[in-house]
């Protein structure tokens, strides 16, 4: 099986793929027309941005299984036409999303701290204290737009700081703990900072223009790391001279040719010419996802890849047992007394099922833990004859159960089914009751 490469990469990506048993090949000087000539030889290529993979491509690559992009979009691939033909494709964003996250982080708080500008003065003998006085990102609000393996890295590291982030995306439902997912109006409403993580698609074509820019209700900073063509610089270079921008953190550039390699060929464009004298604008040669560590992890990532489509393996997850505390059951003489002196001694939020102690798991989901005090004549802790009953939280009720019933442990009555989760029951060998709950927790929030 040959795969082509047509980029330079990091050496593990040769050297693993030969190991799996593939034959590589290596051209990176030929031109698209040459390397079309020779692609109904190969079965797979390896791409960073050399050249657009079209229809012609395509067409001429007769035993083509897949296309893997060492980066993190296929923007360059005709993703349809590959798809119709049964190509696979395969991208490495895990491999370079968290360079994008610092790199991000990084443009921000030098913008904030004034790095550049005070760098600079020093390195010319000037020592500005007052003029380069900088902002904290403390207290503000900072807005993401476009949340998926960009995006979200970038909020997993502002969680050091205290910030409110909030995520806009097209999808639904793509919030977490790490950020609010809101709508785009409440985004403009509220944020001091504007981050772009949004693939450049025919929606996301110059997005940031002069009416996305107006609609922000407070001045702001904004950082670019996704593509240059999601902003219209004009308009940025507008906002920046009206003070509607405050700052503006580039890694990407509107005027780059689509491979990334190049900027400087032609005249510069005026609004260009203005972010390069501007002090409050930071520019970086597309370089968020080019770190020494992610040139190794984008690498990894498409051998991985590679492998698994040839070999696929499903490697049998462990299965997760008891995930925590579910709830605490006792039998009391006066369950109602009982619980009112919980209530007043120790302040339990108590009603007549007791007490539901609320809580957020790693993830930010709502969670509950309930404690309740039973009649001694309930007959929910039988065949037990003990003073309590245990609940714990499972994450697969069905898988766990039947676990167990391999295992030989003692299973009460058949699993039952409420719209707050799945219940089963099992006996330890004390014969103590346990109730096992795969919850559905926000289900009575
Ligand atoms: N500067 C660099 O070195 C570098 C490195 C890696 C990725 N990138 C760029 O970062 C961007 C994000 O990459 P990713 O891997 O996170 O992509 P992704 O597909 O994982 O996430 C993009 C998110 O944007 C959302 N989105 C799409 N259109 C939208 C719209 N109109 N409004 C709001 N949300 C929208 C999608 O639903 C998705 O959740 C891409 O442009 C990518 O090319 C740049």
């Not at 990469?9 to 000087?29: R, V």
């Not at 491999?95 to 390195?123: C, P, Q, T, Y």
């Not at 500005?128 to 949340?147: C, F, M, P, Q, S």
């Not at 080019?290 to 890849?305: C, F, M, N, P, Y």
Request: hydrophobic share 40%; charged share 25%.
């Amino acid at each position: 099986m040959a795969i082509l490469h047509l980029d330079r990469n990091h050496p593990l990506l040769l050297q693993q793929l030969q190991d799996a048993g593939f034959e590589n090949h290596e051209d990176y000087t030929l031109p698209k027309d040459a390397i079309e000539a020779k692609m109904a030889a190969y079965e797979g290529i390896v791409i960073r941005s050399r050249f657009k993979i079209d229809r012609q491509f395509i067409d001429a690559a007769t035993n083509l299984k897949f296309i893997a992009r060492v980066g993190a979009g296929l923007e360059s691939i005709d993703t349809e036409y590959a798809a119709e033909k049964n190509i696979a494709l395969i991208a490495a964003p895990e491999g370079n999303r968290n360079a994008v996250g610092e790199h991000s982080l990084a443009m921000l708080l030098a913008l904030f701290n004034k790095i550049n500008i005070a760098d600079k003065e020093i390195r010319s003998g000037h020592w500005n204290r007052e003029a380069n006085r900088g902002h904290e990102l403390d207290g503000k609000t900072v807005g993401i737009i476009g949340y998926g393996n960009m995006g979200k890295s970038f909020a997993k590291k502002l969680r050091g700081f205290d910030v409110t982030v909030l995520c806009h995306d097209i999808l639904p439902q793509v919030g977490d703990a790490n950020a609010k997912q809101v709508p785009l109006e409440e985004l403009q409403q509220k944020a001091d900072v504007l981050s772009l993580h949004i693939p450049w698609t025919n929606h996301t074509d110059k997005m940031v223009n002069a009416d996305f820019i107006n609609a922000f209700a407070k001045p702001f900073w904004l950082i670019n790391t996704s593509r240059g063509k999601n902003v219209v610089t004009d308009d940025l270079v507008a906002a920046l001279q009206s003070g509607k921008i405050l700052g503006a953190g580039l890694d990407v550039l509107e005027y780059e040719k689509t491979s990334f390699e190049n900027l400087f060929e032609a005249e510069l464009p005026e609004a260009f010419a203005y972010l390069l004298r501007a002090d409050n604008v930071i520019l970086s040669p597309h370089i968020a996802g080019w770190t020494h560590e992610s040139k190794e992890r984008l690498a990894q990532v498409i051998v991985d890849k590679i492998r698994q489509l040839y070999h696929p393996e499903t490697p049998e997850k462990p299965l997760q047992r008891v995930t925590g505390i579910g709830g605490f059951f006792f039998r009391a003489k006066d369950p109602k007394a009982l619980t009112a002196w919980y209530h007043e001694h120790l302040g339990l939020n108590t009603d007549d099922y007791g007490c539901t102690f609320w809580w957020k798991d790693s993830a930010g989901n709502d969670c509950s833990t309930q404690w309740s005090a039973m009649k001694e004549s309930t007959d929910y802790f039988n065949p037990s004859e003990k003073q309590f009953m245990q609940n714990f939280r499972v994450a697969d009720l069905d898988a766990l159960l039947a676990k167990l019933r391999e295992e030989g442990v003692a299973i009460v009555g058949e699993p039952e089914s409420y719209d707050y989760g799945k219940f089963g029951w099992i006996l330890d060998p004390e014969g103590n009751k346990i109730e096992l709950w795969e919850p559905k927790d926000r289900a009575f929030l």
